[in-house]
């Protein structure tokens, strides 16, 4: 181990203790009030691709794409900083890719969330891909992050989809989690202490390979579990991904699930299309909700920071998202409708409401089949979908 990162190890490891703080001692002053329900309860945000390269054509693409979030009426715009893109070589900031997203988002008066997913070889050499293997890298990071773009950034998602192997490198691994948790969670607080702190959004998954996915209940259960709860005092909101796959939002597994059904070329190799568990519907936020007040924590907010419906009828389906044959742009505009008026009816302890995507399908040179067309609100040209004149017309209700 070099030097450079032998000092950061000791410090961060201090500092992780409670022993040690490196910034004006805010975070230590925090009441309890700071760490529960902030945004006003089922706002509603999207997310969205924004261009960061500075050129006119970037200009364009962000003005256009935004016009179009602010004439649906969303609040909040959610978008990634790919820290591996972002900090190629210690402590070497590209800020221009990001100054220029979030000038482009605030100029439209957006709230900002930011996920911060994606470590650099540098900072996680083994297995590539997984949370930092010094929690101390990733707080000087979002510590630098933080103190530039003080009072614009509203919430700081840490990680994404944290429960699926693939995100954490094949290695999911709860106790690594809530170190790089911590870390976030003191080095946002201790330099802009009215920024929210998410914990990454868990997506839908079912239990099996442990290498592969734990279902975002078994990873929510264990994280509480681990060191007594400790990890409860480092997030302010849970974020959660719960899509619907095919299934209407008012539907509830175990509960009137179907038949199982599917024209052929579209079921799952298991059976069951889509409707054989809990991971396949929209209210499986639920049983997050429930763990967490198990576990004294629901006093927080649950924060949908990705939720939608995949509609690609009459369109090739993209490997693994067959079920969008199943969807259509119009089934798309409902369902998204009802969801929100679902929630808004059921469940008082939501906050933001961030569908997924505005934009992906219109992102120049994207491949026609990238999965994540199928979601978005916009078509390739750029034409509006259903879903974003219905979101436009559920925003302009009194």
């Known amino acids: 181990m070099s030097r450079r990162r032998l000092v950061i190890a000791l410090a961060v490891a201090l500092l992780l203790l409670g ?23 089922s706002a509603l945000g999207v997310n969205a691709y924004l261009m960061g390269d500075g050129s006119p054509e970037a200009t364009a693409f962000n003005e256009a794409t935004l016009n179009r979030a602010d004439e649906a009426g969303f609040g909040w715009v959610r978008f990634q900083l790919a820290w591996r893109d972002f900090e190629r070589a210690p402590r070497a900031y590209d800020w221009a890719p990001l100054d ?7 100029a439209h008066g957006q709230r900002i969330i930011l996920t911060v997913a994606k470590a650099p070889t540098w ?18 990071t979002l510590a630098a992050v933080a103190t530039r773009y003080r009072g614009q950034i509203g919430a700081y998602e840490i990680w994404n989809e944290e429960n699926l192997g693939g995100e954490d490198g094949g ?12 870390a976030s969670y003191k080095a946002i607080k201790a330099v802009d202490p009215t920024a929210l702190v998410l914990l ?34 480092y997030f302010d909101a849970l974020g959660a991904h719960p899509y619907g796959a095919a299934n ?7 509960e009137a699930p179907g038949d199982g059904a599917c024209p052929a070329g579209v079921a799952p190799p298991a059976g069951g299309c889509y409707r054989d568990g809990p991971a396949y519907y929209f209210r499986q936020v639920e049983e997050l909700r429930a763990v967490m007040v198990a576990h004294g924590d629901g006093a927080k907010q649950v924060w949908l920071t990705e939720f939608g419906w995949d ?12 079920y969008c044959a199943l969807t259509s742009e119009q089934q798309q505009a409902d369902y998204t409708v009802r969801a929100i008026a679902y929630a808004r009816a059921h469940w008082p302890w939501v906050g933001v409401l961030v569908v997924w995507n505005l934009n992906y399908a219109a992102i120049p040179g994207s491949a026609p089949d990238d999965e994540k067309a199928g979601w978005s609100l916009l078509r390739a040209d750029g034409s509006p979908r259903p879903a974003l004149a219905a979101l436009a017309a559920l925003n302009a209700l009194p």
Request: charged residues 15%.
């Open 200 to 233: 990454g959004g868990l997506a839908p998954a079912t239990d099996g390979d442990p290498l592969a996915a734990f279902a975002a209940t078994t990873f929510l259960a264990r994280f509480y579990a681990f060191k007594g709860g400790d990890g409860a005092a």
């Open 123 to 140: 900072a996680a050499p083994f297995p590539p891909g997984a949370l930092p293997a010094i929690p101390g890298d990733l707080f000087l």
């Open 19 to 41: 022993d040690l703080t490196p910034f004006p001692p805010i975070v230590r002053g925090l009441a309890a009030s700071t760490r529960v329900a902030q945004s006003p309860p």
């Open 100 to 106: 220029a997203r979030i000038a482009a988002a605030t």
């Open 171 to 182: 290695d999911i691994d709860v106790s690594a989690y809530y170190r790089t948790l911590k």
């Open 311 to 322: 509609a690609c009828q009459g369109q090739p389906a993209p490997a693994g998202y067959a």
């Open 248 to 254: 209407p939002p008012e539907a509830h597994y175990p």
